[in-house]
């Protein structure tokens, strides 16, 4: 039986031992941390009814790969916390779910709190007294003393609940950017919350049923509009969002959203380009060096471009050591950039490791990228980091720092200067240099660079009030993804007779946002949407908290991106040359040929990678019109048609190659959410629930 | 020309529509298939391969514009002006090649084309 009112730490603890020493303490000495790469989970009664405690021991169990080592829990009447750990070292700090000494506050926490050194110091002023070296201690410290306003003060990545057993009240919050993922749904009385969906399901009485206005956000905008996801039932707590429950009273709020500064704002920051250039150096080696608090080793993943050498080279700089890297190369020339990862290796004198990547390997493993990711995906994107996460992991790395956020916080889009061009055109709409001013955008796209002048200036065509739409920027790219629509079968057509997704997105807009520059607002978009919903989720903390790997992102940190935000935009992208700031001020890290280097977006072999080999069983099979017309989100001929095509073996225009990689995917989360879902409950009984005694 | 429509329709309609069962996005002769969102910078070359291999007629790419191709009605004027161009060049019996694959053909990878892709990482 399990005990009310105990913990039960099954789980082992945290990593911390600074003077026995990790290989990167070499010259440097670097504070205790706890590394809580970890999946929490927990049910709150407003009626504080008996719960199940086979329901909080299903819910994590379905989070192994997050926390495969241990499992702890806290119950009392009407309130379960789950916990599940990696341990990396086992020392007896860091056991969550965590409480104050009184059992006043409890805590289940996944993520760190980069700043925790120093917010432990002020509060140790203030008179409170930690049991342990870990930051989750520190949050809970900092949010009995601040109460929901804590977080302000957080430098993290951090998905926490928080129990307050006098008041009652359960607190969620999420970091800004969305880098841990948070979910919530409400059953009757009672609201669950979890790391992934999968954990909400193992609760029997969870609805799975598809949302189809989720499938239409994400047949536009390649994700949800928070807080919608694609399961009816299911809820996002958004990115830079609280939430507090209290008897059944759900109030949701952001405590924290990308700003940018008004265009006609005379204060925009206009100090000469060097001194720019070294704060900005400054932030990001100070990111780093926060980042690279651990008591593990730290690895780095290296793509051959611009914002992941930066990383890595700031990463060897604060530590005097360079950190092992790790790198994607393709068989397919089209999407390999292994020449130039070797070379940033080469130049820091790394230690370098290389995944290649098959065809074949990206189909076998897109099932269970696909159940990761919790998602339909657009892309095979993410195939090839769920497997260099894999190796990352068999490597014996748990921690990795990577480039993302630079793009965004930066100006280092294309769809950036596209929007620039655009807006070129539509004043100057018999400019003979249209065509080639694209082509000039893309010099990786090869394909583009055959299209007639005539169609491709068409795809960039400035419709009658497209240049005072909000999301100007992103309509063409929104415009295309939408015409996946027309696999919608009519059923899902008919339930969305009405919505409009874009237009929903423009309402919640921020008040200020029309008074942006259309750089500011272009970022915006980016970082409210693709940013979490895609770029570090699906390619994110899904792929590597798979195998247990967490990843760090310094272009995140937000002195960066406040520094980002308020940057002249003529120093994000200066005429058509993109992240210009960052490409001078790395000039002091990385390699010229680097720096210099056109930007290549990250991109995995398609379509085609499924449709040949002993790999294509699977995809046929979810793909048959047997199978289509039963699950009934899409229409049984027209992805016959596709399948069709794509056997053929020609090449495929970006929407069939989307089409396909989105229907299979949608597919496969059918399969593995809506039919088949499976929760072993029985061996949830015999090994998990070990813990569930009363101590 | 009712034939030349017919075929055109239904290329369009199972390759750019993939069969469009539903009749959800059927088009008339005359609908702007750029407007309609039925063929986009993507397809275009898809269509003039498919001109190419099925009515063996050499399209140049300061052919492949709105004005000879943004309709079915437009796609078959261009179609039927390029066929009697070529019958009038030609020595009379390559007119019955007017019809079917020939070694006019071109590599598969013209029609490998795509718009600006949204994957991004850095």
Redesign the interface.
């Known amino acids: 039986m399990v005990g009310r009112g105990n913990v039960i730490p099954h789980c082992g603890a945290i990593a911390r031992d600074v003077e026995r020493g990790s290989p990167l303490r070499r010259g440097k000495s670097f504070a205790p941390f706890s590394s809580a790469v970890c999946g929490i989970a927990g049910i709150v009664a407003a009626d504080r009814a008996e719960i199940d405690p086979l329901w909080p021991a299903a819910m994590i169990a379905t989070l192994d790969h997050r926390g495969p080592d241990d499992r702890g829990f806290h119950l009392e009447p009407g309130v379960a916390l789950a916990h599940a750990r990696l341990s990396i070292i086992d020392v007896a700090g860091g056991r969550q779910p965590m409480s104050t000494v009184d059992r006043a506050f409890w805590i289940t926490f996944n993520g760190e709190i980069f700043n925790y050194v120093e917010l432990r110091e002020a509060l140790a002023r203030k008179g409170h007294r930690f049991r342990t070296q870990s930051d989750t201690e520190v949050l809970l410290h900092l949010y009995r003393e601040r109460g929901a306003d804590a977080v302000a003060a957080l430098n993290g990545q951090w998905a926490a609940g928080i129990w307050d057993a006098r008041a009652r009240v359960l607190f969620l919050s999420r970091d800004r950017l969305g880098v841990r993922p948070l979910y919530y749904a409400v059953v009757g009385s009672r609201l669950l919350f979890a790391s992934e969906m999968k954990a909400l399901f193992a609760v029997p009485t969870v609805s799975r049923d598809l949302d189809p206005k989720g499938l239409d956000n994400v047949f536009t905008f390649w994700t949800t509009l928070p807080p919608r996801t694609i399961f009816k039932n299911i809820r996002e707590l958004p990115p830079g969002h609280s939430l507090t429950w209290r008897d059944g009273e759900i109030s949701v709020w952001p405590h924290w959203t990308p700003r940018f500064p008004d265009a006609s704002h005379a204060a925009r920051t206009h100090r000469e380009t060097a001194a720019l250039e070294e704060e900005l150096l400054q932030r990001l080696e100070q990111a780093t060096r926060l980042r690279l608090r651990a008591d593990v080793p730290v690895g780095a993943y290296v793509s051959g471009g611009l914002d992941s050498a930066v990383v890595a080279a700031l990463a060897s700089h604060v530590n005097g050591v360079p950190p092992r890297t790790f790198s994607i190369a393709f068989d397919a020339a089209d999407f390999d950039e292994s020449a130039h990862q070797r070379q940033v290796a080469r130049t820091l004198g790394t230690e370098h490791h290389e995944l290649r990547c098959s065809n074949e390997d990206i189909a076998r493993a897109f099932p269970d990228v696909v159940w990761h990711a919790e998602t339909p995906v657009l892309r095979t994107a993410p195939a090839p980091l769920y497997l260099l996460a894999r190796m990352v992991r068999d490597q014996g790395f748990k921690v990795v720092l990577t480039g993302e956020g630079a793009d965004e916080t930066l100006g280092g889009y294309d769809i950036f200067r596209e929007a620039k061009i655009r807006r070129f055109w539509s004043r100057f709409p018999s400019s003979s240099r249209r065509a080639s001013l694209i082509r000039r955008l893309y010099p990786w796209l090869r394909d583009l660079h055959r299209q007639p002048a005539a169609y491709l200036q068409a795809f960039f065509h400035v419709g009658p009030g497209d240049l005072v739409h909000p999301a100007f920027s992103h309509l063409p790219r929104w415009n295309l993804t939408s015409r996946l629509k027309l696999f919608f079968s009519d059923q899902v057509a008919a339930s969305l007779t009405g919505y409009d997704g874009v237009q929903e997105l423009v309402d919640s807009l921020p008040r200020s946002y029309g008074g942006w520059d259309p750089l500011c607002q272009a970022q915006y978009l980016e970082m409210a949407h693709l940013l979490p919903g895609y770029i570090l989720s699906s390619q994110g903390d899904r792929m590597a908290m798979a195998h247990g790997v967490e990843s760090r992102y310094p272009f995140l940190d937000p002195d960066v991106v406040a520094f980002g935000s308020t940057l002249d935009p003529t120093l994000k992208v200066k005429g058509l040359a993109e992240k210009y700031l960052l490409k001078r001020a790395a000039r002091r890290l990385v390699p010229e040929s680097i720096v210099k280097r056109a930007k290549q977006p990250y991109r995995a072999p398609g379509a085609h990678a499924f449709l040949t080999g002993r790999t294509a069983e699977y995809a046929a099979d979810l793909l048959s019109a047997a199978q289509v017309r039963r699950d009934g989100v899409f229409e049984p001929a027209a992805v016959e048609h596709l399948v069709r095509k794509v056997r053929s073996g020609r090449a495929l225009g970006v929407k069939d190659d989307m089409a396909f990689v989105g229907v299979l995917s949608t597919q496969i989360v059918i399969d593995r959410f809506v039919n088949h879902f499976i929760t072993d409950t029985h061996g949830i009984l015999s090994s998990g629930t070990s813990s569930l005694h009363h101590r | 020309m009712e034939f030349l429509a017919r075929e055109l329709r239904r290329f369009i309609t199972?390759?750019f529509?993939?069969?469009?069962?539903?009749g959800?996005?059927a088009f008339s002769d005359d609908d702007s298939l750029?407007e309609r969102?039925i063929v986009?910078?993507?397809?275009?070359?898809?269509l003039v391969c498919h001109l190419q291999e099925k009515y063996a007629i050499r399209i140049e790419?300061e052919e492949?514009?709105?004005e000879n191709l943004d309709s079915v009605a437009r796609v078959v004027r261009f179609v039927e002006h390029k066929q009697r161009a070529a019958a009038r060049d030609l020595h009379p019996t390559a007119q019955a090649r007017a019809v079917g694959t020939t070694d006019l053909q071109p590599p598969?990878?013209?029609?490998?084309?795509?718009?600006?892709?949204?994957?991004?990482?850095?």
């Open positions: 199972d390759n529509l993939f069969g469009d069962s539903s959800r996005f750029q969102g986009d910078s993507t397809g275009i070359l898809e790419d492949i514009v709105p598969a990878q013209v029609c490998a084309v795509g718009t600006p892709d949204l994957a991004r990482a850095s």
